[in-house]
């Protein structure tokens, strides 16, 4: 890729979805353990689904794909807040990996370009993030399928908790793998593991010049 930071003004779209991606995984942690959960219902059941399908305003298919995916979950996120019955919450979590699975999808083609511009950088941080948010639903889905999936090793209880799963993914996703939870089940560690090999091939991928970039930085320039 080559560099070219200030070539063109920045997609704001990107801007605003990362930055609800870094507020809500900031004040997430403090609403949760104070009760508030309708604060992460806001940014991950609404405001960053809005921005994700905002972003890609002007392909009618992705926005009819993403639309179709976010509405139900939001509907689903916001009735799991009064209603958390487990068939609604198994809904929300299949719901949130598929459209956030997606999402990253949307991001990674709208920053599709050889130069390294803002727009790339910042939707490159924004998928990366959004990778780890769909592997914390997806894990908690594994272990509302399968209770006792993952075991906590330095409390009585299980990792079980929404807080819980946020980090442990993005621990996974980040390869730093502290130990304090662990998958028990085969199906959380071949998800783990398939995390864990997502995080490392998407730095290396996004951060690592294409071969043929590679090849012209080894051409002699001409006269």
């Known amino acids: 890729m080559k560099l070219s930071l200030f070539s ?110 803002v727009d790339v950088i910042v939707g490159s941080i924004s998928a990366y993030l959004l990778i780890g948010i769909m592997g914390s639903f997806l894990f908690q889905f594994i272990n509302l399928v399968q209770p006792g999936s993952f075991l906590s090793t330095v409390a009585s209880e299980t990792g079980s908790g929404t807080i819980d799963f946020f980090y442990y993914s993005f621990v996974t996703l980040t390869t730093l793998g502290f130990g304090d939870i662990v998958p028990v089940s085969s199906v959380a560690r071949s998800f783990t593991a398939l995390e864990a090999i997502t995080g490392v091939l998407f730095c290396l991928l996004y951060t690592s010049p294409s071969p043929r970039d590679a090849h012209e930085s080894r051409m002699p320039s001409s006269a």
């Open 8 to 117: 063109h003004l920045p997609n704001k779209r990107l801007i605003y979805l990362l930055a609800s991606i870094i507020v809500f995984l900031g004040v997430n942690p403090f609403f949760h353990d104070s009760g508030q959960a309708w604060v992460s219902v806001l940014f991950a059941g609404f405001l960053i689904p809005f921005l994700a399908v905002w972003l890609v305003a002007e392909h009618r298919f992705n926005v009819f794909f993403a639309t179709a995916l976010a509405v139900p979950y939001v509907l689903l996120s916001w009735v799991s807040t009064f209603e958390p019955t487990s068939a609604i919450i198994m809904m929300r979590y299949i719901l949130a990996v598929a459209f956030y699975g997606f999402a990253v999808y949307l991001v990674l083609h709208n920053i599709h370009k050889r130069e390294v511009t």
